[in-house]
């Protein structure tokens, strides 16, 4: 299973773009990367995912590097709800399971 | 609208209790899923169906079943073979291929 490494914590400012990084350097070839994201007592919201080109949707940005090791989520113009604990995920195995880490706490400040 | 709803949002249980957790989707998924998530833990697979009449246990199985007898619904039950069953439990489907899984509300258990 291809595991993901991601930092414990990150600060950003309103308004300013928030760029998670995510290692995963064992990710298989036909393995995608999702991101998640939770806040507290809530369920996980979907935000994006991707296999090797770079996505975007009206949430986020994911940008995957060439080889595939890495990835970084991109909140462009972060707001205080966005202060969540953000997940990068691999998906392994024939049922398509998710593994989550630990994640990213993600704290937006004024 | 759709969406996986899951019930009651809070449950509390009694030592040697049996207690039924709901969850129902109306987004014509195949797929369903039962997570475990304790307090600043990432989540944990407790069981999954990728077909209805059909189920797979996940990492953390012990002290739990399942059932998945319609296509809607997957409830999870906690049995009082589970001795450290205080947790926020959280339900998930997914279509298929390499679609994304989408999350219920969760429900928080705790014992009395």
């Known amino acids: 299973d291809a595991k993901t490494t991601q930092p414990t914590s990150m600060d950003c400012a309103e308004g300013r773009a928030a760029n998670l990084p995510c290692n995963h350097s064992?990710?298989?070839?036909?393995?995608?990367v999702y991101w998640y994201r939770q806040i507290h007592s809530q369920g996980p919201q979907y935000i994006i995912h991707?296999?090797?080109n770079n996505e975007t949707n009206e949430m986020a940005s994911l940008i995957i590097t060439e080889d595939r090791k890495s990835s970084t989520l991109i909140l462009p113009h972060a707001t205080l709800r966005d202060t969540a604990v953000y997940y990068c995920?691999?998906?392994?195995?024939?049922?398509?399971?998710?593994?989550f880490g630990s994640g990213t706490q993600l704290t937006v400040l004024p | 609208d759709g969406g996986i709803t899951q019930s009651p949002k809070y449950l509390f249980r009694k030592e040697g209790q049996n207690v039924t957790l709901s969850c129902e989707q109306n987004?014509?998924?195949?797929?369903m899923y039962w997570y475990r998530q304790d307090p600043g833990q990432g989540l944990r697979l407790i069981y999954y169906?990728?077909?209805?009449?059909?189920?797979q246990k996940g990492d953390i199985a012990e002290g739990y079943s399942v059932s998945r007898e319609k296509k809607e619904s997957f409830p999870l039950t906690v049995t009082s073979a589970q001795k450290n069953p205080t947790a926020f439990y959280l339900c998930?489907?997914?279509?298929?291929?390499?679609?994304?899984?989408?999350f219920g509300d969760g429900t928080r258990l705790s014992i009395l």
């Open positions: 169906s990728q077909i209805v009449n059909d189920f």
């Open positions: 987004l014509n998924h195949d797929a």
């Open positions: 998930a489907s997914r279509r298929d291929g390499n679609q994304p899984q989408h």
């Open positions: 995920i691999v998906r392994r195995g024939s049922a398509r399971q998710l593994t």
């Open positions: 064992t990710i298989s070839g036909n393995e995608y």
């Open positions: 991707g296999l090797k």
